[in-house]
């Protein structure tokens, strides 16, 4: 909890208010984007386009996710054909997680989608606040947790 002013600790209640309702929005408009597409496998999806492929254990350290509820998501992923698996060129026991065209199609469209939703929300923002709020976000996000913190 931040210490100090009742200001600050009120901020910090209201951004922990507003970032759970934007969690919210997030996961309710992923259905409206791609109906097969849920928030998770979108994110997963954007993942392994950004990486090139990885291993499944990479995503469920990533994430820090159970492997299980990895390997649920990987497996819906690959019987819908979005997702397949290869062996790595550089370890053949290893498997890596590659996206299919079919994969890169779906990702592609709903990325296009979700840009211009966050073109339409934010197009009366100025450039100045829309800079210093991407540069919060980008902060806020970078922030990790010190190995022993429980």
């Known amino acids: 909890m931040v210490r ?18 934007f969690a919210r929005r997030a996961r309710a408009s992923a259905g409206r984007m791609h109906p097969e597409l849920s928030l998770v496998s979108y994110t997963l999806l ?13 995503l469920a350290q990533h994430y820090v996710l159970d492997k299980s509820t990895i390997s649920r998501q990987v497996t819906a992923l690959e019987r819908a054909g979005l997702i397949e698996r290869r062996l790595d060129p550089e370890d053949h026991r290893v498997q890596v ?9 779906i990702l592609a469209q709903v990325t296009e989608s979700r840009r211009a939703a966050f073109q339409e929300r ?17 902060r ?3 922030w990790t947790p010190s190995p022993d913190a429980a």
Request: proline share 2%; net charge negative.
């Open 140 to 142: 806020y996000n970078a």
């Open 4 to 21: 100090g002013t009742d200001a600050a600790e009120t901020a910090v209640e209201t951004i922990h208010r507003e970032l759970t309702v």
């Open 122 to 138: 934010l197009a009366d923002w100025p450039a100045e606040d829309l800079s210093r709020f991407a540069g919060y976000l980008t």
């Open 97 to 105: 997680l590659q996206l299919t065209d079919a994969g890169r199609r």
């Open 46 to 58: 954007g993942h392994l386009e950004e990486s090139g492929g990885c291993r499944a254990t990479d």
